[in-house]
Structures are given as C-alpha cells and as structure tokens.
C-alpha cells in the first residue's frame, strides 16, 4: 500500500511550492527588461488569489492562487472549477468575484491558477487551454453543439453571467496545470538566479525559500529590488559571471521563458495535448520551414547579448537538442550548460574524462548515404534499421556508435564523460566519408547533454538529416531537423 503524506507535511510541501515560485517571480525585479516593480505575497485583501501578486509598473498586476498537490491521482477536469464545498462558492465563482474586484476601469485584472496536477487530456474544455497564454481563448471558437461548448455554457449559468462576459473573464484566467515537480522548480530558480549572475545552488535557492518564509511570519510580505538585493548579498548567493539563457518550449511550457534571454514556444504545433505524446508536428515541412528559423533567429539574439555561456533549458525531444547545439556553436566561442538531473548543470567546456566508445558498421547496401546511430541509454539499432528500410531511404551502411562498457541510463557519469562521447560521435561522422552532396542521417539515443554538446561540435561534417523516435509502434522515426553543411 502506497504511504499517504500527512496533512502536515502536505501543507509544508504546499508552503514550500509557493515559496519557490514566489522567489521566481521576484527574480524577475532585477531584470533591466522587465516592468515588475513589487511582489506581495498572501496578500488578505486579494481576495480568492491571496497567495502571490506581481505588480507592473505598466499594466495591470497578476494575482496568483497556488494549488499544491502531492501526487497526480486525480487529474483537473472543468467540473474542480465549479464543485463546491457545502456552504461554500466553488473556485470558478472564487476567482471570477475575485476578478471583479480587483479589475479597475483601466485594467481587467489578470488571474492565475498554478497547480502540479495534471489536466485531463481527454477533458473537452481543458484541452483547449492555450500553450501560450495558458487561457482559455481557443475555446471561444468551439461550437455551442460541441461537448467543450456545452461546458463552456454550464460555466455561464453558473456564475450566472452572459457568454460575452464569461469570454472577458476567463480571457484575464490562465490556467498553469501541471507545473514542476518542487525538484524541477528548484532547479528553474537556480537558472534565473544563475542569468542575474548569482551562484546556482541547491543551498542557495533553500536559503531563498527560507528568506521567503521569514518575510512571511514577520509580516512583511512585499518585496521591491532593494529588499530583494539585501537578501541576494549572503554569502550564499556570491556572484558568479552571469549566463545568458535559451529557453525552448517544444513539448511543454518551462516556468523561465518570459525571463529568459530568448525563448521558443513550438507546443501548439504539435500533435498531441499532453508532453509524452508530442513526438510529430502537424505540419511535418514545419521543422525546417518555420522551427529551425525561429530557432536561428532567437539563437542569434543570445549571440547579440554579448555572454560567453550559454543555459540551454526546456522541454524538447534529442534532435531539438541537438539543433540547439548546432545553432550555438563551439566555433562562436560559447559554453553551453544544461540540466541534468539531480539540480547541476553539465558544461560543454567541461575538461574531457577517459570515456570509451566503439563503432560497429552494418553494410545495408542501398545507396550512397550513411547513417549513424548514438546507442548510449539503449541501443537503437534494430529500430533505426527497420526504418531505413521501410523508408527506402538510399543508405549504404549504418555505424552505430555506444560506450565500450555498456549502455544505459546512466552510462554516461560526467559532464566530462559526455564531452568526450559528444566529441567521439563527431569525429564518426567527419570520418563516414559520405559521398560529396550526400546526407548523414543521425539517430539519437543518449542524454540530451550528449545530444546538445555533439550538436555543438559539428563542424566539417556532411548535411545531416535528424530523427526523432515515436515511440512506439511502426514507423520507429520520423525526420525532422535538416542540418546543412
């Protein structure tokens, strides 16, 4: 039987949660583009969205109401928004009384729902939640016949209110459903303050969360720049230089996007309404006719911010990793970072470790092309061989490339160690010889650190054709990034 947290240390857990996207948004008071001026927290007179306001110098605040949960048993589905507490208003009530009072005749008041449980993917109103504005708006066009509109309808006589003024309202709602694990917040705390130039670590973002805290039961819950300034003076948080950051929303929204240096967001061309299942684009010419530019131009504004080292952060497959790399090259003088788990960071400009890895060549015959395979968390041989041929496509052998000592998940144990694994891929490919106007075609199976540093280093090598795996079933693959020479 599966142990059940206490309600105490639920309510700890809770407290901790909040406090770590509270220290978030306060980080955001020290970026010169930026107009947040003020934070308040549990602020009583906010109403149902007590627990965090971010004030604007322009515009209106966002009142945030932060929701905890311990587990993801029971998913969000639209019926948590209107299911009451007997004698009490539901949350969907809640927040649209809170919505009124706050909103002033310059300014519609915006609200935010922040939460780790998961939406229901089959939920037919939730499912429509904007990957980019986490609202609501792409609801608005369903028809009134359809399951989402009826609900949408449902909502209207709830609050007792017409369809025009419930589109007002839930245009002001986001809904941010299934947010990082308090590890994976953690760590995105660690890269904002690593982007302002304090040092990244685990003690340091638990003495934020305790700085927090203090504030709180002493009462003074508002933080502006120099407050926050006092608290980032500890020697705990003793500067390092500062990074610029990339922050790719591919498959999923990542907390640190809007402070990022530059940032992506791919999620809605996706198919799939959930991170595991975004695997294809619903336009596959999209890849290279519209993410690989996007990508370039936002890797050019890092390019421009002046930094020497580079946070590579989001939720993306291998191949983006990989052209993520690619577009940040080791020839521009860049070191990247990237996250792996446990709360560090690997860096590209790590010393090289003693790491072995081997070559096995697989004649196929079928044409003038080469393929190479990364076997470093798992072998993906029979998979990548199955789909060259039933894709046809004119590959005379394939090198799968994997570590002497074995593969798996944890194969690779340093950032040194996955340089030199990123290094040796790189030097498989250079020495492929693939035929003058041929194409390298790259099957990847290793962690994204191997993925991103080899894409990093590739530099005198054919035009490369990326995969990414679906999963499962047939085909194995599907393209998707075009390297060119």
């Known amino acids: 039987m599966t142990p059940q947290a206490s309600a105490s240390g639920a309510r700890l857990s809770g407290d901790t949660y909040q406090h770590l996207y509270s220290w978030l948004e306060a980080l955001r008071l020290l970026r010169e583009d930026d107009d947040v001026v003020e934070i308040r927290m ?6 149902f969205v007590d627990d965090l306001e971010v004030a604007r110098r322009n515009g209106p605040s966002t009142y945030h109401q932060i929701k905890f949960v311990v587990d993801q048993r029971v998913p969000l589905t639209h019926l948590w928004f209107t299911t009451a507490a007997p004698g009490k208003r539901s949350p969907l009530q809640r927040f649209y009384a809170s919505w009124q009072r706050l909103s002033t005749a310059e300014h519609s008041a915006e609200l935010a729902l922040v ?7 089959e939920d037919p109103l939730l499912r429509m939640i904007s990957g980019k504005r986490d609202t609501l708006d792409r609801a608005f066009n369903l028809a009134e016949s359809s399951e989402g509109g009826k609900v949408l309808t449902e909502w209207g006589r709830h609050l007792g209110v017409e369809r025009d003024e419930l589109e007002r309202f839930l245009r002001q ?7 990082e694990s308090t590890r994976r917040l953690t ?3 660690g890269w904002a303050m690593s982007g302002l130039g304090y040092r990244w670590s685990v003690d340091g973002v638990d003495a934020a969360v305790g700085a927090i805290r203090d504030l709180i039961e002493d009462g003074d819950t508002t933080l502006d720049s120099e407050k926050l300034r006092q608290i980032l003076s500890r020697d705990v948080f003793k500067a390092q230089e500062p990074r610029a950051s990339l922050v790719v929303e591919a498959i999923d929204t990542h907390h640190y996007a809007d402070d990022a240096t530059a940032a992506v967001n791919w999620i809605e061309l996706f198919e799939g309404d959930e991170a595991r299942s975004r695997r294809q684009l619903k336009d596959p010419d999209d890849w290279n006719r519209r993410l690989r530019p996007e990508l370039l131009a936002a890797t050019s504004r890092v390019h421009a911010s002046g930094f020497a080292e580079v946070d590579v952060l989001g939720a993306m497959r291998l191949s983006s990793f990989f052209a993520t790399g690619c577009a940040l090259p080791e020839t521009k003088r860049l070191a990247l970072h990237v996250p792996v ?7 590209s400009s790590a010393q090289e470790a003693p790491f072995e890895m081997t070559v096995d060549a697989i004649s196929i015959g079928a044409g003038t092309d080469v393929a190479i395979g990364v076997s470093v968390s798992g072998d993906l041989a029979t998979d990548a061989l199955g789909y060259l041929r039933d894709a046809n496509l004119q590959v005379d052998r394939f090198l799968n490339v994997k570590p002497t000592d074995g593969q798996g998940h944890r194969a690779i144990p340093d950032a040194g160690s ?9 030097d498989a490919a250079r020495a492929a010889d693939v035929p003058r106007g041929g194409t390298l075609h790259l099957f990847l199976f290793c962690p994204a650190a191997v993925a991103l540093f080899a894409g990093h280093l590739w530099n005198r090598v054919p035009t490369t054709q990326l995969y990414d795996d679906l999963g499962s079933g047939t085909p194995a693959y599907a393209p998707t990034f075009l390297i060119p020479a």
């Open 115 to 121: 939460t780790r449980r998961q939406p229901d993917p």
């Open 173 to 179: 709602l986001a809904i941010i459903s299934g947010e």
């Open 341 to 347: 788990i446990g709360g560090e960071s690997w860096a």
């Open 187 to 189: 760590e995105t705390c």
């Open 42 to 47: 549990e602020v009583s007179d906010n109403g």
């Open 418 to 426: 996955a340089v030199t694994a990123a290094r040796f891929v790189v």
